[in-house]
Every structure is written in structure tokens, then in C-alpha cells.
T-cell receptor
């Protein structure tokens, strides 16, 4: 079955710096890659997603890149702000399938 | 609009007792999922419901765990004879279709003493 590995487990950056979180997946059939942000005491919320027919997607300060050959995908947050502090999860699934497999999460700290 | 609602938000129970957790998905969402999140860990898939199809129970960790869903509405996750290792946050999510983004509730934090 699918396995998703996520690094780093913890990331600390200064406000205004960029943050990068990386994930790898094992099932070459996976073609949908969402990213979720989880704040303390809340459920994860979708922040951006990418499908396998594109290599990059941006939404304001957030971007995601996908390398299907290497089975890598990454989340990039620019101009980080204290409110970006949270746990971020990458995930992978197959269109038409149902099982979304999550990475172990990255706890991001943005220091003011 | 209303999101996914879970109740109770917190539950403390004694080892050996049964517990029932409830999830109200977003109206019209045919797919419903239960995940378990242990402290500081990722999300562990438990069970999936899609419409009136038979649920996929492949993630349930033992036969003490069971779940039901009434049509395309409320779901309940039942844990019998709770053990301390069952302590975790139980998250419910729903989506419009199986391959659409998941909408999560805020979870039920279960503590087994």
C-alpha cells in the first residue's frame, strides 16, 4: 500500500523567512496530493492541493511542487508569519480511490 | 455553512468501559472517514463509508472497534472495553466524492484512565 514520509518533523524559522516541507510517496499510482494545516485543538484544514498533471501550484504565499519521477512533493511557505505556526500534513491518494494516506506531520514554529 | 461536527469534544472513561463517538458530516457529502491521531503523531486511517456501499474497515485496529453510518448522514464510532492505548483524538472527515478534499471536524479527545 501507499506510504508517505514527511520531513522535517519540526521546523523553526524567523518571521519573514521561507519554510520548506518535503514528502515522498511510494505508490506511483497516486495522483492527488493535498496539504493540510492543523492548529491546536482543531481538525486539519486543506490549504493547497496539486494533481499529477501539473508540476507546481501557487496560492499567495504558499506553493506546492511535484516531481512524479522522483515521487517527491514539497510545500513552500514564503514570508512566514507567526500565524503560520501549526502542524502541516502532506497526503497522497488516487483519484477514484478513497484512502488518503497522511505523512507524520511537520510542526512549524515561526518566531517573531 | 456548517462544517463537520463531532461530539463529545472530550471524553474521559475508565478502562474497560464502552464509548460511542458521533460525527455529523457536511450535508450532501457522500464520503465519510474516521481517523485516529495519537499525541504528536500523524493521522491513522480507521474506516471509510461511501454512500450505501459496504464500508471499508481495513484500518480498524481490533474487533473492539466498530462504526456505523445511517445513509449519508450521522456516523458513530464505538470502542468496546476501552484500553489505555485507545487514548487519542478521533477525527471524522467528509468529502463530496471519494477523491475530493477532506473536511475535518475538530475531533473527540478520548482519555482512558
Amino acid at each position: 500500500g501507499e506510504n508517505v514520509e514527511q520531513h522535517p518533523s519540526t521546523l523553526s524559522v524567523q518571521e519573514g523567512d521561507s519554510a520548506v516541507i518535503k514528502c515522498t510517496y511510494s505508490d506511483s499510482a497516486s495522483n492527488y496530493f493535498p496539504w493540510y494545516k492543523q492548529e491546536l485543538g482543531k481538525g486539519p484544514q486543506l490549504i493547497i492541493d496539486i494533481r499529477s498533471n501539473v508540476g507546481e501550484k501557487k496560492d499567495q504565499r504558499i506553493a506546492v511542487t511535484l516531481n512524479k519521477t522522483a515521487k517527491h512533493f514539497s510545500l513552500h511557505i514564503t514570508e512566514t508569519q507567526p500565524e503560520d505556526s501549526a502542524v502541516y500534513f502532506c497526503a497522497a491518494s488516487i483519484t477514484g480511490g478513497f484512502k488518503t494516506i497522511f505523512g507524520a506531520g511537520t510542526r512549524l514554529f515561526v518566531k517573531a | 455553512g456548517a462544517g463537520v461536527s463531532q461530539s463529545p469534544s472530550n471524553k474521559v472513561t475508565e478502562k474497560g468501559k464502552d464509548v460511542e463517538l458521533r460525527c455529523d458530516p457536511i450535508s450532501g457529502h457522500t464520503a465519510l472517514y474516521w481517523y485516529r491521531q495519537r499525541l504528536g503523531q500523524g493521522l491513522e486511517f480507521l474506516i471509510y463509508f461511501q454512500g450505501n456501499s459496504a464500508p471499508d474497515k481495513s484500518g480498524l485496529p481490533s474487533d473492539r472497534f466498530s462504526a456505523e453510518r445511517t445513509g449519508e448522514s450521522v456516523s458513530t464510532l464505538t470502542i468496546q472495553r476501552t484500553q489505555q492505548e485507545d487514548s487519542a483524538v478521533y477525527l471524522c472527515a467528509s468529502s463530496t466524492t471519494p477523491s475530493s478534499p477532506l473536511h475535518f471536524g475538530n475531533g473527540t479527545r478520548l482519555t482512558v484512565t
